[in-house]
């Protein structure tokens, strides 16, 4: 089962997220990584143990007071460094964790190829993570616009295609640090623990259905 931590304030943000993805190990996963948003986004992932992810970053540049983390149950791709968490979208702006499945990946997937896109794994979540990519960057818009944008499509399709979408998935974007209120806002309704301090938000997930998205300022 996926775990989810993310964090932004005061510290840095690699040692909280680590800790958090090393209480979530009990529940089983197969890979972990971790976005970190300073002057660009870092993200580094690696099969197998958070241990073998902290040895995997050794060296390199773990800067950053807001980041997002993952603990992989691979549903669409084999448990391996390139389908782990999170994603990297093909402009490079967002990172992406996600909790669940994408129903219809397999249409918007082709809709990607046909478009050009190379994908860099076999994950559902890459392909939604460049489908709200795709409407971020051709209309110009916020994140959040695009998350809007993204909804509306899926809510089209499915209606059109209602047997094949029986099973929604929940999603959760944030775009920096001031976005994180509203982020927290939308976990606190969800079965997640939270531990909020001024100045600085913490979130781990293990219950819903959820993805986060990072975004390069
Ligand atoms: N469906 C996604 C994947 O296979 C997320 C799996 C999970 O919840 O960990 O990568």
């Known amino acids: 089962m996926c775990g989810i931590v993310g964090y932004t304030g005061y510290r840095d943000a690699f040692p909280v997220i680590l800790k958090g993805l090393k209480r979530l190990e009990y529940r089983g996963y197969d890979s972990a990584g971790i976005a970190l948003h300073n ?23 773990i ?12 549903t669409h791709g084999e448990p391996s460094d390139r389908n782990a968490h999170p994603h990297l979208s093909a402009s490079g702006k967002l990172a992406m964790i996600h909790y669940g499945i994408i129903e219809n ?15 860099n794994s076999d994950t559902d979540t890459e392909v939604l993570l460049n489908f709200i990519d795709e409407i971020k960057e051709n209309n110009h818009c916020s994140l959040e616009e695009a998350e ?3 909804t509306w499509v ?52 293990q219950a819903a259905r ?8």
Not at 45 to 51: D, E
Not at 106 to 113: A, D, G, I, R, Y
Not at 211 to 217: C, E, F, I, N, W
């Open 154 to 205: 899926m809510a089209q399709i499915r209606k059109s295609r209602e047997k094949d979408y029986q099973n929604p998935f929940r999603k959760m974007l944030y775009n920096n640090e001031a976005e994180m209120e509203k982020v927290m806002g939308k976990l606190q309704d969800n079965p997640l623990i939270s531990n909020l301090e001024e100045k600085e938000k913490l979130f781990q997930g």
């Open 39 to 61: 002057q660009s986004l870092q993200v580094y992932r690696k099969m197998g143990k958070v241990a073998d992810l902290e040895e995997h970053v050794v060296g390199k540049n």
């Open 63 to 74: 800067a950053g007071h807001t980041g997002i983390g993952h603990t992989r149950w691979a």
């Open 105 to 119: 990946y397999s249409k918007l997937k082709q809709e990607l190829l046909q478009k050009g896109y190379q994908l």
């Open 210 to 217: 959820l993805q986060v998205t990072l975004t390069k300022k």
């Open 148 to 150: 809007q944008t993204q």
